[in-house]
């Protein structure tokens, strides 16, 4: 059965890093077609938008995107284009998997979780909903809801038990944040309940920051509210060696959005130098969400031989002498003879 996938090649070593995860994929034989879709810079040009209208019905008609870093003009009055689409498409969770690979500089080996963040409400609202804010006083307010809640943490539990993961950790902080966090916490207990088969464990934020930091490998899925996502999931990627190997995922009910982490890297924009693994990580991230787990992990323990093994083939940032080309050439070679 073929699958239609919208790809947006990005601005910067998009294009660079989007070809090597293409060929991949190809190479994996996974069924898609690709629906090429403008974004960013190039769109801006042709389009006098970042993000067209076409772009929007592609990816609402195919419902999965792959997207490479978008280059969001500075000063110019425009508005991320991530921060857009996660508007336009509800995209309520972010999910962002830390796997330790080898050849990376980190504190730990062997860590496997993944942060599952609300990313619609809690204290990153839309503009205007703020409370105060006259020079002298700042009051933002925090908004958590039931419906919210429910989504977020049922999501959670859904890709803990898809994946064969064992236990869910809702982070919090009702203890003091009563209200909102009290309200997420209470939700997260009762969902729970409904999956007796997967471990539940709450722990409040700052804990989970010491315990991450000092034995991370108790972890396996974490969900939380906005702000506190937002920076565990980064605390996280610091675990397993910073932003090179992180991929992530925006996921709506009308559309998933599958993305590196890191930004279009104009400074090394057409040198074939550019690290293609986060975009091949969140690529495998999609596969696993189109029930492909089996060619998801393929791409992961690819990635982990060729770091492990090739270095001649894998980019300088990696400690490699190869470039991208080669990086992607090994994993072509290495899907091919497993
Ligand atoms: P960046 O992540 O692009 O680059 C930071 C540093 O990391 C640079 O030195 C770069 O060369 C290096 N780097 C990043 N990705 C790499 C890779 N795959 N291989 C090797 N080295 C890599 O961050 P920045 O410079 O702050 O941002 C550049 C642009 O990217 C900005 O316009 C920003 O708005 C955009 N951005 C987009 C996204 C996205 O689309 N998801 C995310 C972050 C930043």
Do not use: W
């Not at 504190?107 to 409400?121: L, S, W």
């Not at 804990?207 to 509210?225: I, R």
């Amino acid at each position: 059965m073929s699958q239609s996938i919208a790809v947006i090649k990005g601005d910067g070593i998009g294009p660079e890093i989007m070809e090597a995860t293409l060929r991949v994929l190809d190479a994996l034989d996974c069924g898609l077609t690709y629906q090429h879709i403008d974004a960013g810079l190039g769109a801006l040009e042709k389009h006098g938008t970042l993000i067209p209208q076409e772009s929007l019905d592609a990816i609402e008609k195919y419902g999965i995107a792959l997207k490479g870093p978008l280059t969001t003009p500075i000063g110019k009055g425009f508005s991320s284009i991530n921060v857009q689409l996660r508007r336009h498409f509800d995209l309520y969770a972010n999910v962002r998997p830390a796997i330790s690979f080898p050849g990376t500089r980190s504190r730990y080996d062997g860590i496997d979780m993944i942060t599952v963040r609300e990313n619609t409400e809690g204290a990153y609202l839309s503009d205007g909903q703020e409370m105060i804010d006259d020079g002298e006083t700042g009051i933002s307010v925090i908004k958590v809801t039931r419906k919210g809640s429910e989504r977020i943490v049922r999501y959670a539990f859904e890709l803990a038990k898809n994946n064969g993961r064992k236990k869910v950790t809702a982070v919090h902080k009702a203890n003091i944040i009563k209200t909102s966090s009290g309200l997420f916490l209470d939700v997260a207990r009762e969902i729970a309940k409904e999956y007796p088969e997967i471990e539940f464990q709450e722990m409040i934020v700052d804990n989970a920051c010491m315990q991450l930091v000092m034995n991370p490998h108790q972890f396996d899925v974490m969900v939380t509210t906005n702000l506190f996502g937002d920076i565990l999931s980064d605390l996280c990627a610091g675990l397993v060696g910073g932003l090179g190997l992180a991929p992530g995922a925006n996921i709506g009910e009308k559309a998933a959005i599958f993305e590196a982490v890191h930004g279009s890297a104009p400074d090394i924009e057409g040198k074939n130098i550019a690290n293609p693994c986060a975009l091949l990580l969140a690529a495998a991230q999609m596969l696993d969400h189109l029930g492909m787990n089996e060619k998801g992990d393929a791409i992961r323990q690819g990635i982990r031989t060729v770091l492990e093994t090739r270095r001649d083939m894998v980019t300088p940032d990696m400690g490699g002498t190869g470039s991208t080309d080669s990086f992607a050439q090994a994993l072509v070679e290495y899907v091919q003879s497993h």
